[in-house]
């Protein structure tokens, strides 16, 4: 057994986490980003690595020392991120979506820093939609068999939500977090239910997003069988 491998059942297994935010420049000095820690893409890129396999973890922005152990490609837009994910799914047993893609990004990007006009207010920002990763993943399956899993933070009804969104973007487990104040963004614990698109439901109680990270292997390595 390589060192720090406790259970080897990924031994074998290429798998390619994303993690982090995306960010969306507007000029050389501003983006649009979001909340996103990547503590989730990293705790799950750490447990598969230390189940045996070989991992390719893709890091949008975070303010995380890189991991060991693990091969890491440092991507900044939601577009990098997509040439990068597809580029590396190629030859994956397994990809996890937990990075938090920004919906849009702004439609020019100024080469140079916008700057105040005098008694004039600013332009509004117009913004264009980013192409749908997950959605473009798991409708190509760039190889068969291929286990896809995303994560989706949701409110209100939650479950609903959820079931809705695995169908829509067609991955095959879905992680589903509920949002609120403190809740998931830049904690160290979460709580989850994972459903999966045979109908099944794995609730995760709350605790560190390594327990989450090891249930989520435990149903990618069943699927893998
Ligand atoms: N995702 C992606 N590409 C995007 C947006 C999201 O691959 N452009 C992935 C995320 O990494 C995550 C999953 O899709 O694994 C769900 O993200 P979420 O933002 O919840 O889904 P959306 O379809 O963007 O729905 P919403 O309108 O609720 O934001
Ligand atoms: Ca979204």
């Known amino acids: 057994l390589a060192r720090g491998v406790t259970r080897p059942d990924l031994a074998g297994r290429h798998v390619v986490v994303s993690a982090g935010g995306t960010r969306e420049p507007l000029d050389p000095v501003r983006f649009l980003g979001n909340r996103s820690s990547g503590k989730q893409g ?6 598969a690595a230390a189940r045996g396999a070989r991992v390719t973890l893709i890091a949008a922005d975070t303010a995380l020392p890189d991991p060991a152990g ?18 590396a799914a190629a030859d994956a047993d397994a990809v996890v979506m937990a990075a938090a893609v920004a919906d849009f990004r702004p439609a020019v990007y100024a080469t140079g820093k916008i700057k105040k006009k ?13 192409p749908d990763i997950l959605a473009e993943l798991s ?7 291929q286990v896809i899993v995303g994560f ?10 959820g079931r809705a969104k695995l ?3 067609g991955c095959d487990l879905l992680v589903v977090n509920e949002v609120g104040e403190r809740k998931t963004f830049g904690a160290d614990e979460s709580e989850a239910v994972v459903l999966g ?6 609730p995760v109680a709350h605790g560190p997003k390594e327990v989450l990270a090891e249930t989520v292997w435990d149903l990618v390595a069943e699927r893998l069988g």
């Open 70 to 87: 693990v091969d890491l490609v440092r991507v900044g837009t939601a577009v990098e991120l997509r040439e990068a994910v597809l580029g």
């Open 167 to 169: 169908k829509r973007k």
């Open 152 to 161: 989706a933070a949701e409110t209100d009804d939650v479950l609903a939500n």
């Open 42 to 47: 990293y705790a799950l890129a750490r447990t």
């Open 118 to 130: 005098d008694g004039q207010e600013p332009e509004p920002v117009a913004l264009v939609r980013n």
């Open 139 to 145: 409708g190509d399956r760039p190889r068969a068999g």
């Open 197 to 202: 698109a045979d109908g099944s439901e794995t």
